[in-house]
């Protein structure tokens, strides 16, 4: 069964500091990835998804990730963060079952600080 | 198009009542699914279904039932509350052609159990 890493639980920065997220899968083979993003008292909403193609997927507000299938890693990036993404990131995977369940990583929440 | 849509947003029950949980989506979605979401631990696959009268476990099962008799419609019911079940909980759709998996997302319902 697919599983999903999230290095770090809990991150605080200021804001236009860089932010780096790790998230590593376990499964080898062809894979779908996502991040998605909840914002305090609100749902999940996608920030990206790679399942094809170019390795470097931007998403929304300024949101970035790289796939390396090497390194089974699925890092989220962004160059300078704003006191509006304080949030929690959650990393996910498709499973290998036929109807592609998805994994969630365990989330890390981001704390931005003025 | 409202999206997904999910009632009630907060309950508090007592250990041993129950209740359902009402999720909703007018994207003629196949795949719904629940999701219960516990600090540390990310989002937890309850019970899916990929159509109209077709429903399965996903990782955590025990203590809640499903039932699809509907399109739009995929209720989640615990029969027998117990404090373990307080959570917040989270319904999904996609469409089971789409091949980038992408998962739409409900607000949630905060359960309390006491």
């Known amino acids: 069964a697919q599983s999903v890493s999230q290095h770090n639980h809990h991150v605080i920065l200021s804001e236009a500091a860089s932010l780096e997220l790790g998230c590593n899968y376990s499964?080898?083979?062809?894979?779908?990835l996502f991040w998605y993003v909840q914002y305090p008292g609100q749902h999940l909403q996608l920030l990206l998804k790679?399942?094809?193609?170019?390795?470097l997927v931007k998403g929304i507000k300024g949101f970035e990730a790289e796939f390396i299938k090497s390194k089974f890693s699925f890092n989220l990036r962004k160059p300078s963060v704003q006191w509006s993404d304080t949030a929690e990131y959650f990393c996910?995977?498709?499973?290998?079952?036929?109807?592609?369940?998805?994994?969630f990583g365990a989330g890390t929440q981001v704390v931005v600080t003025p | 198009n409202a999206g997904v849509t999910q009632t009630p947003k907060f309950q508090v029950l007592k250990t041993g009542q129950s209740m359902t949980l009402q999720c909703a989506q007018d994207?003629?979605?196949?795949?719904m699914s629940w999701y219960r979401q516990d600090p540390g631990m990310g989002l937890r696959l309850i019970h899916y279904?990929?159509?109209?009268?077709?429903?399965d476990q996903g990782e955590v099962p025990n203590g809640y039932n499903v039932s699809r008799s509907t399109t739009e419609d995929f209720p989640l019911r615990l029969l027998s509350a117990a404090p373990s079940q307080t959570s917040v909980y989270f319904c999904?759709?996609?469409?089971?052609?789409?091949?980038?998996?992408?998962?739409?997302f409900g607000p949630g319902t905060r359960l309390t159990v006491t």
């Open positions: 790679y399942f094809s193609g170019d390795p």
């Open positions: 996910a995977v498709k499973g290998t079952d036929s109807w592609g369940k998805l994994q």
């Open positions: 499964y080898g083979g062809t894979v779908n």
């Open positions: 999904a759709s996609r469409h089971t052609t789409d091949r980038t998996y992408e998962q739409y």
């Open positions: 994207m003629n979605h196949e795949y």
């Open positions: 279904s990929v159509g109209a009268g077709i429903t």
